[in-house]
């Protein structure tokens, strides 16, 4: 099951033309992407592992304009998870609507804070990823 988060539209989150602006929704995936790793409870996790996540790409779709005082709703899944790298997949819907506003597949990787080099997913840290695919 996917986590749930939800961000109002504020007039700040426009362009020009009244609707929000596309290098926001970057920002909303992101909160949404926080907001799961701190109810999950992994931001202390990789916090004492050293381990941060890097992005190292986003596809994302804009399907529909998302207007002031909307309030969005993002669900954020894992998608898969590879030998150095995952993918989250992350879909922003109006809230109690079926209305898709944009998705996106973002994919990263687990870097060592010490060595500056990503890790490979296995072990715990795979074990810690995997139980996402089932949520």
Same mark, same amino acid.
């Given at each position: 099951?996917?986590? @749930?988060?939800?961000?109002?539209? +504020?007039? &700040?989150? @426009?362009?020009?033309? %009244?609707?929000?602006?596309?290098?926001? &929704?970057?920002?909303?995936?992101?909160?949404? #992407?926080?907001a799961?790793?701190?109810?999950? *409870?992994?931001?202390? &996790?990789?916090?004492? /592992? #050293?381990?941060?996540? =890097?992005?190292?790409?986003?596809?994302?779709?804009? +399907?529909?304009?998302?207007t002031?005082? /909307?309030t969005? /709703?993002?669900?954020? %899944?894992?998608?898969?998870?590879? *030998?150095?790298?995952a =993918?989250?997949? /992350?879909?922003?819907?109006?809230a109690?609507?079926?209305? =898709?506003?944009?998705?996106?597949?973002?994919?990263?990787?687990?870097?060592?804070q #010490?060595?500056?080099?990503?890790?490979?997913?296995?072990?715990?840290?795979?074990a #810690?990823?995997?139980?996402?695919?089932?949520?």
């Amino acid at each position: 099951m996917p986590h @749930l988060t939800q961000i109002k539209v +504020r007039g &700040y989150h @426009l362009d020009i033309y %009244q609707h929000v602006n596309n290098a926001r &929704y970057l920002e909303f995936l992101e909160e949404a #992407r926080w907001a799961y790793l701190e109810d999950c *409870g992994d931001v202390e &996790y990789f916090t004492s /592992q #050293r381990l941060a996540w =890097v992005i190292v790409n986003i596809n994302i779709n804009y +399907r529909n304009a998302a207007t002031n005082g /909307q309030t969005l /709703q993002i669900a954020t %899944q894992f998608s898969k998870i590879g *030998g150095k790298s995952a =993918v989250i997949h /992350q879909v922003v819907t109006v809230a109690g609507t079926d209305t =898709v506003v944009a998705d996106a597949d973002i994919t990263f990787v687990c870097l060592d804070q #010490r060595s500056g080099k990503a890790v490979a997913i296995e072990g715990e840290l795979l074990a #810690r990823l995997s139980k996402h695919l089932t949520d």
